[in-house]
């Protein structure tokens, strides 16, 4: 069994920035992907970047170039650094871990942007 637990979420002005930090716990052996999904109000839950256990990231389009995602393997945790927000990214981000048996999720962190 895998558990993540986020942290980093708040309140922040527009054009701020904020880091989200995911740490995993469990049969952490069990991860090759990671990655940050958000839901934004009224809207899907959508993928915003995501890293392999090499280090491989992928970003949503509309977050490239203001985000990044990296992985500390030794402490079982990924990031997500966020630039030059604007009331658009306002969502609860979660994180995510592939596994074998399928995805797990993390209870997800708030995140607001205010303009």
């Known amino acids: 069994q895998v558990y993540l637990v986020e942290s980093g979420g708040g309140l922040v002005q527009a054009g701020g920035s904020r880091r989200l930090s995911c740490t995993a716990s469990?049969?952490?052996?069990?991860?090759?992907?990671m990655g940050w999904y958000r839901r934004a109000p009224g809207k899907e839950r959508e993928l915003v970047a995501s890293?392999?256990?090499?280090?491989?990231?992928d970003y949503a389009f509309s977050v490239e170039g203001r985000f990044t995602i990296s992985r500390d393997n030794a402490k079982n945790t990924v990031y997500l650094q966020m630039n030059s927000l604007t009331p658009e990214d306002t969502a609860v981000y979660y994180c995510?871990?592939?596994?074998?048996?399928?995805?797990?999720w993390g209870p997800g962190t708030q995140v607001t942007v205010s303009s």
């Open positions: 469990g049969s952490i052996f069990l991860i090759n992907t």
């Open positions: 995510n871990a592939e596994v074998i048996a399928g995805n797990v």
């Open positions: 890293i392999t256990k090499s280090g491989r990231t």
